[in-house]
């Protein structure tokens, strides 16, 4: 039992929290992979949570991130509102079809695979809906004007049905019930479990007052980093009072405006689904692609949050929100400029920066959070961190 709770509190979250053993709320996830390099390590400063509204125990940021840690949610369902703006160029919906293209070159082919659908959330603004009931059984279900995307798992049996294109993408899970640590994040609680894996003393973590988040009581948990040179500004952390579950995860940059990522349930509820929620059978006149057993073996040996690719394994330099993973694509030369890259080397440079440094000459991509060099040596630097900040780590890691 922790310190802070009441008997009261620990049996009513045994109540909903039967069954041992931490899961994922949802096998499947946004591909967004901004948040493993910004909150690459967390320190803590003790502070307490005894204003705001609802009024709260009053709790220690330790002890909060402890609720979080044994926080053991099995069963659930919800509705998770997720924004994302990564400060993107408006290239007039040619970024999505270049991502889409990229997926299904990795991918079956089908619309209703997942490599290839979901990479429309990492940008705009997005409604999920979420259902869990433990390792065997999850659901989630993008909800599209007019139409709806969803992934199932039940068992060992891997399903995803794009209604829009009447088509459904079949796999089995060999390893079914396992947790994938590889998989990137979906719910506020793995964004947050992203940010949290690990502390030092870069940061600065306090317990900021209390809100109301789906209806429920919650503390608020902000994130700061002390490294100077980041483009992160703030992670804020709604945590469910009873359960210790995050309920709404939001990281500002360091430049101010809008949020660059903003995830939160607007309904959540601990009661067990119903078992017909993971039940699927593909509709009539539905196209059934089969996964390839090489896409299983892709999947097995995917490296995550990682940056290292197929040519080898990346590197981290620096630490904390500072640091910068590394890696050697092996295509000498950058990027195609000139009478080499055509039309469409042009406008790839035309979206970067030129820069110089001890390290050679290459080009920075820039968006509010993530930044990358691309040197012409064929070397890339991507990190959480500012333009100069880059620079300095390729002409120290060179």
Known sequence: MAPYESDDTVDAARDETPHAGRRKAARYAVPVAVVGVAAATIGLVPALAASGDPDLPRITAQQLIDKI???????????????????????????????????????????????SKLTSLVSGTHTLRVAADGPERQKLSLLESGSEYSLIHNGKDEWGYDSKSNEVYHGTSADSGKDHGAEPPATPKDFADQALKSVDDTTSVTVDGTERVAGRDAYKLLVKPRQSGTTVGAISIAVDAKTGMPLKFTLTPKSGGAAVLDAGFTQVSFARPAASTFEFTAPKGAKVTEQKKDATARQEQRPGMGFAGDHGKGTVLGKGWTSVATFDTGAKGGLPTGSRGGDLGGFLGSLGDKVTGKFGKGTVFSTRLVNALVTDDGRVYVGAVTKDALVKAADTGK
Do not use: F, W
Not at 84 to 111: F, H, Q
């Open 69 to 115: 840690a044994k926080s053991d949610v099995q069963q659930l369902s919800g509705t998770v509102r997720i924004s994302t703006d990564l400060g993107l160029p408006n290239l007039g919906g040619l970024e999505n079809s270049l991502a889409s293209g990229a997926a299904k070159g990795s991918g079956d082919g089908s619309s209703a695979d997942p490599q």
